[in-house]
């Protein structure tokens, strides 16, 4: 059942904050000032502190199931799909930040739980998505598990603050960028790189990069 827009709008002014703030020491006062709302407002559209945070795991969880969608969807190509679900990696590890997921397993195990399963679901379905892409010859043979561990891991460092412009002369744009761009050419065949349209794909990391600044 949608949400009404409201209390979606809510939640999205919320999510930025709480990919850097830990949600378990935050007030109420404080979360409704993020929502740029009254403390009554916000206790119009949620009983509790614990609904919230239900409310955006729920959230998070349905964009990993909607990922999975993506990667299952034959009538879009592999050079598109693959593209699609590196914006949607990067989608993840901003806002399912260390210290999110931390937070969660200390104070919300179950709801840390529900997001580990959906985790552990995509990852299948994504391994899944390239061994089919090897087998019709569109994707270079690599060792999926890991390949999967390195685009969590740096795109994790690269959406660290001090990462970019203070060790590496980088913009943050530039370096997702990049890095894309790596693994364009580690994952796909060299007869199909000229084949690839770019222009999407910066234009979305784009985007996805002006919701936290």
Do not use: C
């Not at 959230?59 to 190509?77: C, G």
């Amino acid at each position: 059942m949608r949400k009404p827009v409201s209390v979606d709008q809510y939640l999205n002014k919320i999510k930025p904050v709480i990919r850097k703030t830990r949600f378990s020491q935050m007030k109420i006062d404080d979360i409704a000032k993020n929502m740029d709302i009254s403390k009554v407002t916000l206790y119009k559209h949620f009983s509790s502190k614990d609904e919230i945070i239900e409310q955006v795991v729920e959230y998070y969880i349905q964009y990993l199931q909607y990922a999975d969608t993506v990667a299952n969807d034959d009538s879009i190509s592999y050079i598109e799909r693959f593209q699609k679900i590196f914006s949607e990696s990067l989608i993840s590890v901003i806002y399912l930040s260390d210290l999110f997921l931390q937070d969660l397993k200390e104070y919300y195990p179950q709801l840390f739980e529900n997001i580990f399963v959906a985790q552990q679901n995509r990852i299948k379905n994504l391994q899944s998505f390239f061994q089919s892409g090897m087998d019709e010859n569109i994707f270079n043979r690599i060792h999926i598990a890991l390949s999967l561990v390195q685009d969590d891991a740096s795109l994790r460092r690269i959406m660290e603050p001090t990462f970019s412009i203070q060790w590496y002369d980088l913009t943050l744009k530039q370096a997702v960028m990049e890095y894309y761009k790596m693994k364009q050419y580690q994952v796909i065949r060299p007869d199909y790189l000229d084949t690839v349209d770019d222009s999407g794909i910066e234009k979305e990391i784009i985007r996805i990069l002006q919701t936290i600044s």
